[in-house]
């Protein structure tokens, strides 16, 4: 096969309409051939019942074959046209030149013309996030008032009542890398700013909450707060000047779902709490919901309207009625994940219902790269979410030259065998690797890590090791980025400690450097010094809680960068106390965040070893290499760690 796609992927412009893309197999591999028009969107999806349905419409009566075999006489599924669809009526309302035929305010016709035709002094707006922001707008603002529109919001109304019953959810699928934290801003700036001049509009709004599935993303999205140093509306120019100040108006609470799960609000043990409760009735400790949305979102309350972004939202589902009896086959890790994304889905969309039964939400507007559900949902796992109107895939990011192409090594030094170890390292070694987190399993010896993944870890590290050396060549002021994404929190300790070096405890309770196999990820010098600046980081949940990944040099060699995060704290939030308070937890978060960013905590980075922290919202434009050392069973789960 010839290697056209292989070694010039790229056929379009990140900046405008993509009119060309590469012809893909059955098995979704290149055939060399361009097809000269837009990649059309082709997914499965579950089929909504309608709102409204006459006695004899028995939808269990019908199996579509196009379902790919995934139907049941209880939930049927079927290729969806509807993103091609809407794709087709924005495009054609894009088109029109004249703003008075756009059906839209003023307001919002000038935000389009600004970032269509703005001459923008640093980062432009990609085309896929001024789409997936129309296709919001237009299904706002125009679609009521055409024939196809109609359609279409007859459809999202009849998936959200059939999977969010009493919720208004409407999702816009980007690629992982694509900018969805861009578009975030842009919404919310349309709102924003029509909600300002338009008081009286039950289309917009200016409060805002924004959930996310974890810190990490949550600190990337700052950069939404109008008040931020990075703000994306000034910084990034996505607000005209003379409509900045409208901004300051917004009312912006960004959180992860794990807030919503109600608090105690007395600590008591368990033989406290029988003492006080006698023979009475149960005691009631835990936080009401009102108490619960005090503590999340106190800038929201007593506003009436609200619009929730869900980012990475395919975390956010209502499981399907029979759910359980649907993932009765899984099994092991399969059924612990399936059982995992439950009780994370049922607290997160849970939560949305409070909000919406207390405060009011107007709409949710889920991004996601992958908006399909997941095992355990009681769907079938990666059919999309049926209220998704928008899609910029993985390939199209490829196509326009937004993403990196991936490449999977093939080969490796393990002689006589038909298929790289590589290829599938994990089935090789799991029954190896620790079982449970750092907390619960046994001590284990760095250096007895399966001789595969130290072949594999070596391999991947010669060829980081000529890149290092072509960036250095080039002068690039940052070094590239080798990821490990564990299992849990022993391996990852395991790796990091293979990696990076470590001391090894002695009968007579001395200790002995063990220093790093890999020379570039070392952190400690020639002579068995800890570096206070490291070279490889360590990022899981135990790590984060310790803080022990800081040397305590680390404060004196990193003033200068500590010094500007203190004074952006200060910028962002107004607390001088929160600003002098940093613990090492806070650095170490924030050297994360910043990996590959000049001048910044993290720019010195050069591996990071994780479990699952990384694998979505995690921003760094330098990462060059990526190795799994745990199951990839899903293509989601590869998709969100590769983008």
Not at 140 to 148: I, L, P, Y
Not at 466 to 487: A, H, R, S
Request: glycine share 8%; aromatic share 8%; with cysteine.
């Amino acid at each position: 096969m010839s290697a056209d796609f292989f070694s010039k992927p790229i056929l379009n412009s990140p900046y405008a309409y993509p009119s060309r893309h590469w012809e893909l197999d059955e098995q979704g591999q290149p055939t060399q051939k361009i097809i000269e028009i837009r990649r059309p969107a082709e997914f499965i999806t579950p089929i909504q019942k309608p709102k409204k349905r006459k006695s004899s419409e028995k939808q269990s009566s019908i199996v579509f074959d196009e379902g790919k075999g995934l139907s049941t006489q209880e939930q049927q599924y079927d290729v969806t046209a509807i993103i091609n669809g809407v794709r087709d009526q924005v495009e054609a309302w894009r088109r029109l030149q004249n703003p008075n035929d756009w059906q839209v305010t003023p307001e919002t016709a000038r935000l389009l013309q600004h970032w269509r035709h703005h001459k923008f002094n640093n980062t432009r707006p990609f085309f896929c996030q001024v789409e997936a922001t129309e296709t919001a707008i237009w299904l706002t603002e125009v679609a009521s008032s055409t024939k196809a529109g109609k359609g279409f919001l007859e459809h999202l109304a009849n998936a959200n009542n059939d999977a969010n019953p009493g919720l208004t959810r409407l999702a816009l699928k980007l690629a992982t890398g694509a900018g969805k934290t861009t578009v975030m801003a842009m919404l919310i700036a349309w709102q924003t700013i029509n909600a300002v001049r338009r008081p009286n509009s039950k289309k917009f709004t200016r409060g805002f909450l924004v959930v996310t599935p974890g810190l990490t993303i949550k600190d990337r999205l700052r950069v939404l707060q109008p008040n931020d140093p990075d703000s994306y509306y000034a910084s990034r120019e996505l607000v005209p000047n003379d409509l900045l100040g409208d901004m300051s108006h917004a009312k912006i609470v960004i959180t992860n779902f794990h807030s919503f799960k109600l608090r105690e609000r007395i600590e008591l043990s368990k033989g406290g709490r029988s003492l006080l409760q006698g023979r009475g009735e149960e005691l009631l400790t835990l936080e009401t919901d009102g108490q619960m949305l005090q503590r999340v979102m106190p800038d929201l309350m007593g506003m009436k309207n609200i619009l929730v972004l869900n980012d990475e939202a395919h975390h956010c589902y209502r499981e399907k009625p029979g759910a359980k009896a649907e993932d009765e086959g899984l099994k092991g890790d399969e059924k612990k994940e399936a059982e995992k994304n439950s009780e994370a889905a049922r607290l997160w969309i849970s939560g949305l219902e409070i909000v919406t039964r207390k405060l009011g939400v107007t709409q949710i507007m889920d991004l996601s790269a992958t908006p399909f559900f997941l095992s355990g949902s009681g769907y079938a796992e990666g059919t999309l979410f049926p209220w998704t109107m928008s899609d910029f895939s993985l390939m199209d990011a490829i196509e326009c030259g937004i993403v990196k192409l991936p490449r999977v090594p093939v080969a490796d030094n393990i002689p006589g065998e038909e298929m790289p170890k590589f290829r599938n390292l994990w089935e090789h070694i799991r029954t190896r690797m620790p079982k449970k987190g750092r907390g619960k399993a046994a001590t284990l010896d760095p250096l007895s890590l399966p001789v595969e993944l130290q072949t594999a870890l070596e391999a991947l590290y010669g060829h980081y090791k000529k890149t290092y050396d072509l960036w250095k060549e080039n002068g690039m002021w940052v070094p590239p980025c080798f990821i490990v994404v564990c299992n849990n929190t022993s391996t990852s300790k395991l790796v990091y400690d293979y990696i990076s070096g470590f001391q090894r405890e002695n009968e007579d309770g001395s200790s002995t450097l063990e220093n790093g196999r890999l020379e570039l990820f070392r952190n400690f010098d020639e002579h068995g010094n800890p570096l206070p600046r490291p070279n490889t980081l360590l990022i899981d949940s135990e790590q984060l809680e310790s803080g022990e990944a800081l040397d305590d040099n680390f404060r004196d060699m990193a003033a200068n960068e500590i010094g500007q995060f203190r004074r952006e704290i200060i910028e962002r939030t107004g607390d001088q106390r929160q600003a002098e308070g940093l613990t090492d937890q806070d650095l170490l978060r924030e050297v994360m965040n910043t990996v590959g960013k000049h001048g910044r905590l993290g720019e010195s980075i050069r591996c990071v070893v994780s479990v699952s922290m990384l694998t979505e919202g995690w921003d760094a434009n330098t990462v060059t290499h990526v190795l799994g050392v745990r199951a990839f069973g899903t293509q989601l789960l590869c998709e969100q760690v590769i983008g």
